[in-house]
């Protein structure tokens, strides 16, 4: 099996781009690297709840989850974060009845949201945290690796480099973009 990385929530954020998401950075447990996942506001908010501690009058989508699964005797052991193209990450659900594994495909900030609420663990493979973690440019500024964003949010990056004369940047922007491009073709 592969060497996993176990993670927990270092902090959630707004962003700028797009304007009702979120960033939910996790933190490997027996280290520093970080990792950004972009979410949306309503599992942001299913995650700030659990970690804020706050219980709402009525249950939430996600805390239904945990209730439905005991009374069927299933129990999610861990959640993997397995893959991640093009700033979208990909997780499993890791669940167990009656000694057997089984593994369910999740979007991401869905399967935070339910390892809070079932104190299980989050992994993540060796590969896709070095590939993906932040990267510390000292000062409190970080810069997020090129294979994490959107093709979108590249074409805005690469015309910005254009329009300051970075063109460093703008040319491993513009080979990154013809790279996703040409994957996207032969798909």
Do not use: W
Request: proline share 4%.
């Amino acid at each position: 099996m592969e060497d996993l990385v176990e993670l927990k929530i270092h902090d959630m954020s707004t962003t700028l781009y797009p304007a009702d998401a979120y960033a939910l950075v996790l933190e490997e447990v027996d280290g520093e690297r970080k990792l950004p996942i972009i979410i949306g506001h309503l599992e942001a908010q299913a995650i700030k709840v659990m970690m804020v501690k706050y219980h709402p009058p009525r249950p939430l989508t996600h805390d239904l989850f945990p209730k439905i699964t005991s009374r069927l005797g299933v129990m999610l052991m861990r959640v993997l974060i397995y893959k991640a193209k093009d700033g979208v990450f990909y997780s499993y659900l890791c669940f167990e009845k009656d000694g057997e594994e089984f593994k369910i495909d999740s979007r991401t900030s869905d399967a935070v949201a339910l390892a809070l609420r079932y104190q299980c663990p989050i992994y993540t493979t060796e590969e896709i945290m070095e590939r993906e973690h932040l990267h510390d440019l000292g000062e409190g500024k970080f810069s997020v690796p090129i294979t994490s964003v959107s093709l979108q949010m590249l074409e805005e990056a690469l015309q910005s480099a254009i329009e300051k004369e970075e063109y460093e940047q703008a040319s491993q922007l513009r080979d990154e973009i013809r790279k996703r491009k040409e994957e996207q073709n032969l798909e």
